[in-house]
């Protein structure tokens, strides 16, 4: 994985990221190489996504991977103000009735 990942990183911009999914056993390893090829400064994240409701585990049910995101240049990232979050539908109507009632009840 080494050579692909260290070419995957020349290839990327400077505001380039990189998610990187693999299951439970491995994902400790691969957290430390993506540290060593990136740099642990441009680790941004770890998300663990679940991938289905049904596991076929003998103890334990492993219905989930992790996804490392690294940037190639955090700085760079940052300095761009970008967001990977969007607000939920229906969000705004729900926030505006807790308000309503932080209000009415003097909270």
Known sequence: MWPRLTLLKELLSETGTIFVCIN???QHSLKMLLDEIFGDENFL???VWEKGKK????????????????SK?????KSMDIKWRSAKEGIEEVLSFYQSLRNKHNM
């Open 45 to 47: 994240a770890t998300l």
């Open 55 to 70: 596991g076929d585990s003998t103890f334990f049910s492993n219905t989930h991977e992790y996804i490392h995101v690294y």
């Open 73 to 77: 240049n955090k700085e760079t990232v």
């Open 24 to 26: 439970d056993v491995e």
